[in-house]
């Protein structure tokens, strides 16, 4: 017997650990199973242990080992693909997934969607002449546009003259109930060098590349110890993540004589845990769309020191739930560092502020709920149909 829930196909470069793919994680595991199926689409490869996050069993994964370059070559692949399991959604993610909405308007997909999480790596404000063009290029064949800040909704709009009437802004949801504050003091973790109760852990949660800057993070950091030389004994900083940039960043630990005060941890899958093993949470960017792990901070009962870039701010309440500060200042953050490291009433009061403001506003089901009623068609532009279903 077919199965006549509408099929969402979601398509994103490459499904593996990263912001923008534990949203469509999120996403499929709390929607409800009784409106839709679901299948995801890597133009490049599916990473096994990361599609396991995937709970619902009826997921289909498929990916089309794309080359390096334009994806113009997968465009017969895809539209074969589009026709043969016939998408009542395509929903692309990101510019690396945006050429996907040609064959699927080629393939007479009725609804047809595009989300911007944030920019690449090279471009971190999206302000590159050949990016914004090729959005520009490709808006034509997008009937709906999700962005996931007010910093994206007005780019796309201002910069990339989509009309206002044809974006959804949803922001991104955080698991309330798997992400809490532990009982009482910091929690010990597995495997850390800093579970002593005595310590004072600063932590972040990031891939290591450039554009997380890691290593503005342990400038500030071995500028707290220079002009806090009491701080030494309990001021720990927590790496979580791995990435192109772990080699440099074990150099400047050297460099900087950090050896007794930083841990690398790699990648983790504990997240939370993670979070309950810190007493305040750092976001060092240079760029961001909206911050999955700011969230998960949040909804931890963290503070956060975040830079005040892309949709950071409309996560973090200066003075109030954190601190925001400017980018690529090292010092600025090492000021932000000792104002929390001296004061740990304020750092419960400020854990206590996040953690309310994750409950009330950044649910995932307040998420769930948007993109539901997105995909119902009740949030398309006039004109559009959208899905019907019985």
């Excluded at 599916?46 to 370059?69: H, S, Y």
């Excluded at 342990?218 to 080699?247: K, T």
């Excluded at 004061?343 to 409950?359: D, N, S």
Aim: net charge positive; hydrophobic share 45%.
């Amino acid at each position: 017997m077919s199965d006549a829930r509408p099929l969402i196909m979601h398509v994103v470069y490459s499904f593996d650990t990263g912001g923008l793919e534990n949203g469509v994680v999120n996403l499929i595991n709390h929607m409800q199973p009784g409106l839709f199926r679901h299948a995801v689409v890597a133009l490049t490869s599916c990473a096994p242990a990361f599609c396991t996050r995937i709970e619902r069993p009826d997921v289909a994964l498929i990916d089309l080992n794309k080359p390096p370059g334009h994806a113009f070559r997968l465009y017969p692949a895809l539209y074969r693909l589009f026709r043969q399991h016939r998408p009542a959604i395509v929903h692309t993610r990101n510019l690396a997934a945006l050429e996907a909405q040609v064959p699927a308007w080629l393939a007479g997909v009725p609804a047809r969607i595009h989300g911007e999480h944030g920019w690449d790596v090279g471009d971190p404000q999206g302000l590159g002449r050949k990016n914004r063009s090729l959005r520009r290029l490709f808006r034509p064949f997008v009937q709906r546009y999700v962005a996931l800040s007010g910093h994206i909704e007005d780019y796309l709009h201002q910069g990339v003259g989509v009309p206002a009437g044809r974006i959804s802004r949803i922001c991104n949801g955080v698991d309330i109930e798997r992400f809490c504050p532990g009982e009482g003091r910091r929690e010990a973790l597995k495997g850390s060098p800093f579970n002593d109760p005595g310590y004072f852990v600063f932590g972040t949660v990031g891939r290591l590349t450039p554009v997380k800057d890691q290593a503005g993070l342990l400038h500030a950091f071995a500028r707290l110890l220079e002009n806090r030389p009491e701080l030494r004994e309990r001021a720990r900083l927590m790496i979580v993540g791995d990435g192109p940039l772990r080699d440099a960043l074990v150099a400047d630990i050297t460099a900087l004589g950090l050896h007794e005060h930083v841990w690398l941890a790699g990648e983790r899958r504990d997240v939370p845990e993670v979070m309950r093993a810190m007493n305040v949470f750092v976001l060092p960017s240079l760029a961001e769309g909206i911050s999955n792990t700011i969230l998960e901070a949040m909804a931890s009962g963290l503070p956060v020191i975040a830079t005040n870039v892309g949709g950071n701010g409309e996560l973090v309440e200066h003075g109030r739930t954190g601190t925001l500060v400017a980018a690529s200042d090292p010092g600025v953050l090492a000021d932000a560092l000792i104002a929390f490291a001296a004061a740990p009433e304020r750092v419960a009061e400020a854990g206590r502020a996040a953690r309310q403001r994750a409950v009330e506003q950044f649910s995932i089901g307040h998420m769930v709920e948007q993109y539901e009623q997105l995909y119902l068609g009740k949030a398309m532009p006039k004109g559009v149909a959208g899905v019907k279903w019985c």
